[in-house]
């Protein structure tokens, strides 16, 4: 696949856990203003791939460009990066509304915010509660405010749907939706084949550490000639099996 | 011609007692040779250096405004020799070290009925000197050594062979040995201070049947020494931090009968130190912040220590005997933790005053760095618990709840 | 440091209003208070605290942060995303830390001492000491806890680590030491077992504490040696730094692998 300006282009991405290789030369593009799913089974490096977008973990080797820009040590490169992590666990006796002031504090004045989330989720009343009092659901709501609040160019969401309620999760949807047709770029992870299918462009499909597929989230199903996202991705893996053992 | 002109004769109110007055313009030894006994000699201010005075009449010397007898660091000053000689208000300055003999700023020997009384004793080898002296009084005397070496230092108050001498209300610091006693009999010690010597502040052995009432002996190196002597009593006495690996508030060391009453023992490395000492009573003694409060060495037997105050030592009871014939009773103990539940005051169960950690250090002293550690409180719980090492035959069967007054 | 700052502001205020930094704090407040009541002398007190800031500080330090640094993990990582260094995010996680655990030991001791009053100037000193000896422990053992959190992934064996080093640390060496001095006791021993007090902060703290308690006992046999050793201002300074050194170690340790870790 061929992407033209990409937003994001990884090049030969290593990573070993010990002697385990989690990621062998991961080599992809992403395009700007789109959505991007990357999908996977679990163990496929995934997570790995994110981790080091976000500077949470180190890679052994290969290259990442954001925006043109070589992205190495400097942690200020991840200004442009907006993340919501999966889990949503915050320092227990901090209110919503402090951990926000604290990333605004962190980030710096010069970040334009954007609490239009705040408002769509009716978040206000439980922002100034203590965290630990919030349920799974509200603090799930906070983590997602938190992702969005300071306008990233790309947006690295994973498992963003997990643990909220149906509402929120259409909100959050259209959202994700709107912040695309506002140009931003989006990374997103689930396990919900639907949901993805509703909302990504492109799909990267990771196996074993290896890119497996890589492309408009069409091309995909029509390559496979199957009707769902999910049978797709199964039927790649199905080859991607067959492949193994025979080589074997 | 000129001597006899400077000396004045006065015909006191008495009638046969001449007072003879000294200036620095004549000696001291001048007005002895024409005094008569009975004569009252009074030495006006000023420095007196002049070869030793040998007193050998029955006179009263008197200083006024402190004349200073100087001994020019090369002999002794003074010797008496006669019975009820008086030596009162002077400073004896400068009595050189000597290695062949004993040289004392004042030395009474074999002589009765002396009084040597508010003199001052600056920079002398030995101060007050008495051999084979009886029925004397010293008192009020401040004697300062230069503070040398414990060798080229010698006793500020020094008794030998003699009895039924008085000391009372004296300073004595920088010399070897406070107050030392040596064959002397009967004799009193009261209300003395002796301080910062080199060796002990009071050291004596041999010396039977003396009392020790309401002294200070302070920060001497090596503490109080008692040793080889009989029937001693010790009253009121402050024993305060003489510290260092050899240093004792109170060293008994092959005494018997001694009686310990109403004594402090505060801040020594060990407050008392009985080795071979039999038959001690100690009753109302205070033990505070010493390192050792008591430690009973073996061979010490039938010692009784009742109602006395044990606080804040880092050990209470040491010994190297796990027989013990010394009785413990109706102390207060602050390490005490036990239990009073009939409020009579006593508590209801033993103490046992021997940590297993005081014989560990005993046998093993570096090992004294861990004190205080978690390590050794477990380990001191345990033999409480479970006693193997520590002598069980050493106990305070009667506790006090409350340190006695 | 701006940025060390900015974390520390947050997790502090996190920190503080935890219910187990107020337990923390009230527990020295009542030990404190009861040690000053039911001891007289307030030199009593203190020698009752030295084993209780021995024990418990270390205890609490390693085993409390060990937790606060896995239950963390997700917020950390959290962080680690946002554009600031790793080194200045550790830092104020550390030290968000270390210091309210140092002020509820310091306010819980200081605060009964303050209500009773104490006069005598050697007691304040010998107080100061103590207070100092328990935050540079807090400090290391914060430091401790950190490096074990980040090194083991598995939160049981984090505690598990966190436990054992409190243990040997605060009970098993001195055992150790113990068992040495009696092996070697035809030896002069006095300097080896400085130096192996030196290497052991719990040990250095406690003999600190020595030094100003029992000076009596100090004086005599081995004390002697020690004292003249701790008596110099040159052993006192190398005793001091040793100190700081363990306060500082631990973190640095923690901060390196913090650098380097792969979350």
Excluded at chain 1, 12 to 29: E, I, Y
Excluded at chain 1, 114 to 120: A, F, H, T, V
Excluded at chain 2, 251 to 262: F, S
Excluded at chain 3, 106 to 126: E, K, M, N, Y
Aim: aromatic residues 8%.
């Amino acid at each position: 696949m061929i992407v033209i300006d990409p937003i994001l282009r990884i090049d030969g991405l290593t990573k070993r856990f010990g002697t385990l290789p989690v990621l062998q030369h991961v080599s992809v593009a992403i395009a700007r203003g789109r959505v991007t799913a990357i999908l996977g089974p679990n163990g496929a490096g995934k997570t790995t791939l994110i981790k080091i977008l976000l500077g949470l973990t180190r890679r052994d080797g290969g290259l990442i460009e954001l925006d043109g820009q070589p992205l190495g040590d400097d942690p200020s490169a991840r200004a442009a990066i907006g993340y919501m992590p999966q889990i949503a666990r915050f320092p227990e006796n901090l209110t919503g509304a402090e951990l926000v002031e604290m990333l605004v504090d962190l980030r710096g004045p010069g970040a334009t915010l954007d609490r239009d989330l705040i408002d769509r989720f009716r978040l206000g009343g439980d922002l100034t509660k203590p965290l630990r009092t919030l349920s799974g659901g509200t603090r799930q709501k906070v983590n997602a405010v938190l992702a969005f609040l300071f306008t990233p160019t790309l947006l690295v969401l994973d498992e963003p749907t997990a643990g909220l309620d149906p509402v929120a999760s259409g909100v959050l949807k259209d959202k994700i939706r709107e912040e695309r047709e506002r140009g931003k770029t989006l990374i997103l992870t689930s396990h919900v084949m639907s949901e993805l299918e509703e909302l990504a462009d492109d799909i990267v499909l990771l196996l074993d550490g290896r890119v497996r597929f890589a492309g408009p989230l069409r091309d995909l199903t029509a390559r496979t000639k199957q009707i769902s996202l999910e049978r797709a991705v199964a039927q790649l893996m199905r080859e991607a099996t067959d492949a193994g053992s025979e080589a074997a | 011609m000129i001597i006899s002109a400077l000396l004045v004769a006065l015909t006191t109110l008495g009638g046969s007692r001449d007072t003879i007055v000294v200036t620095p313009r004549s000696t001291v030894a001048a007005a002895i040779a024409r005094a008569h006994a009975g004569d009252v000699i009074r030495v006006e201010p000023g420095t007196y250096a002049e070869p030793m005075i040998v007193v050998d009449k029955q006179v009263t010397l008197v200083g006024e405004g402190w004349p200073v007898l100087d001994g020019q660091s090369a002999h002794q000053i003074m010797s008496i020799t006669a019975d009820d000689v008086t030596v009162r208000g002077f400073v004896f300055r400068n009595v050189g070290t000597s290695f062949v003999e004993d040289r004392a700023a004042l030395k009474v020997t074999k002589a009765r009925g002396c009084t040597i009384s508010d003199n001052r004793i600056e920079r002398a080898f030995f101060g007050i000197y008495l051999a084979a002296a009886s029925d004397c009084r010293i008192t009020n005397n401040v004697i300062t050594g230069a503070g040398a070496s414990e060798a080229a230092a010698g006793n500020g108050i020094h008794l030998w062979t003699s009895n039924r001498i008085h000391i009372e209300g004296n300073r004595i610091s920088g010399q070897r040995d406070g107050i030392y006693f040596e064959f002397v009999r009967e004799s009193e010690v009261i209300g003395n201070t002796s301080e910062h010597n080199l060796r002990y502040g009071l050291h004596f052995m041999y010396s039977d049947d003396c009392r020790y009432v309401d002294n200070v002996f302070r920060a001497n190196s090596a503490g109080v020494a008692v040793m080889m002597t009989k029937r001693v009593t010790m009253t009121g006495n402050h024993f305060e931090s003489n510290w260092g690996s050899a240093s004792y508030g109170l060293l008994l060391k092959e005494v018997y009968d001694v009686r310990l009453e109403r004594n402090q023992f505060v801040r020594n490395t060990v407050g008392l130190l009985a080795d071979g000492a039999n038959r001690i009573v100690a009753e109302h003694n205070e033990f505070r912040r010493n390192g050792w409060a008591v430690k009973l060495l073996a061979s010490t037997d039938e010692g009784h220590f009742r109602a006395n105050n044990f606080i804040g030592n880092t050990f209470d009871v040491a010994t190297n005997n796990r027989e013990s014939s010394n009785e413990l009773a109706g102390n207060y103990w602050d390490a005490y933790r036990g239990y009073d539940l009939d409020h009579n005051g006593v508590g209801d169960v033993p103490f046992h005053p021997v940590r297993l950690f005081s014989l560990l250090v005993q046998t093993n002293e570096p090992s004294l760095i861990l004190l205080r550690s978690v390590f050794i409180s477990l380990l001191d719980a345990a033999e409480r618990a479970i006693p193997t090492l520590t002598p069980q035959a050493l106990a305070d069967r009667s506790p006090m709840m409350r340190p006695l007054p | 440091m701006k940025t060390i700052a900015k974390v520390m502001k947050y997790e502090l205020s996190d920190v503080v209003r935890s219910r187990w930094l107020v337990a923390y704090t009230l527990f020295f407040v009542i030990v404190t208070d009861g040690l000053l009541r039911f001891s007289g002398a307030s030199a009593n007190a203190e020698l009752g605290l030295l084993n209780v800031v021995l024990v418990v500080i270390p205890l609490v330090s390693v085993v409390f942060g060990t937790m606060h640094v896995y239950n963390a993990r997700e917020f950390t990582e959290l962080l680690l995303a946002q554009p600031i260094g790793r080194r200045q995010l550790f830092g104020g996680l550390y030290l968000g830390l270390a210091i309210p655990l140092s002020l509820g030991f310091a306010a819980g001791v200081g605060i009964p001492f303050a209500l009773h009053g104490f006069d005598d100037p050697v007691q304040r000193r010998t107080l100061a000491t103590l207070l100092g000896i328990g935050v540079v422990l807090t400090f290391s053992f914060t430091g401790v806890a950190f490096a074990l959190a980040l090194r083991l992934e598995d939160k049981a064996k984090g505690l598990a680590a966190a436990i054992a080093i409190w243990l040997v640390t605060t009970v098993l060496y001195d055992g150790l030491v113990l068992l040495l001095g009696a092996m070697f006791a035809d030896y002069p021993l006095e300097r080896p077992l400085i130096a192996l007090m030196m290497l052991n902060p719990v040990d250095l703290g406690r003999v600190l504490m020595l030094l100003q308690l029992d000076v009596s006992a100090l004086m005599g046999y081995t004390g002697a040696s020690l004292k003249s050793f701790f008596g110099t201002s040159g052993g006192m300074l190398l005793a001091v730094g040793a100190l700081l050194l363990w306060a500082a170690l631990p973190p640095l340790a923690a901060l390196r692998r913090f650098g380097r870790k792969d979350f």
